[in-house]
């Protein structure tokens, strides 16, 4: 039933006349998809768009383009590549690239301070503060959640993600 629902999830986030969707359009439908099932428990005081930000290297290419002008939520979806941490405070969604895992410490306590959902597929993030981890299990990726790192951040994961996550800690 978890992967039947996983499937359509990814299905939802756009058309792909693909039969086999790569890692990170299968990352990307994913992160659409979080945004959908987690809300802000401050929403921002504007309450309008929600910044999809990627700090250090970019590895979904210009898949995540696709997101951008996106609703999710009643808000507009819009991307941002910002050059350091400290650039990063209007981000409520924050994909941390893999290089960038020495810094994770700083990042996740910035994340928080900021409510902030933070994404990566450093191995251990969610160990590390992090709040959704990818996992890839043989050719499927998966999902981490740290549910105590979410609502440290002010964040709500809705119990329908939760329940598809290969892991949840509480």
Same mark, same amino acid.
């Given at each position: 039933m978890k992967f039947l629902i996983a499937l359509l999830l990814c299905a939802l986030v756009g058309a /792909?006349?693909?039969?086999?969707?790569?890692?990170?359009?299968?990352? %990307? %439908?994913?992160?659409y998809n979080f945004t959908r099932f987690i809300t802000w428990t401050e929403p921002q005081a504007?309450?309008?768009d929600l910044e999809i930000c990627v700090l250090g290297q970019d590895p979904f290419g210009?898949?995540?383009?696709?997101?951008d002008g996106r609703v999710s939520q009643g808000r507009t979806l819009g991307l941002a590549y910002p %050059?350091?941490?400290?650039?990063?405070?209007?981000?409520?969604?924050?994909?941390?690239g893999s290089a960038k895992s020495r810094d994770l410490p700083a990042i996740t306590d910035y994340a928080t301070k900021h409510q902030m959902l933070t994404i990566s597929e450093i191995p251990g993030f969610v160990?590390?503060?992090?709040?959704?981890?990818?996992?890839?299990?043989g050719n499927v990726i998966r999902f981490e959640i740290n549910l105590k790192a979410a609502q440290s951040a002010g964040l709500h994961?809705? /119990?329908?993600?939760l329940e598809l996550a290969v892991r949840v800690i509480r």
């Open positions: /792909s006349n693909a039969s086999v969707r790569s890692e990170y359009e299968v990352k %990307a %439908a994913f992160l504007d309450g309008s210009d898949l995540l383009e696709q997101l %050059a350091s941490l400290s650039d990063s405070e209007n981000c409520q969604i924050l994909f941390v160990e590390g503060g992090g709040v959704i981890g990818y996992v890839k299990e994961v809705n /119990s329908r993600l």
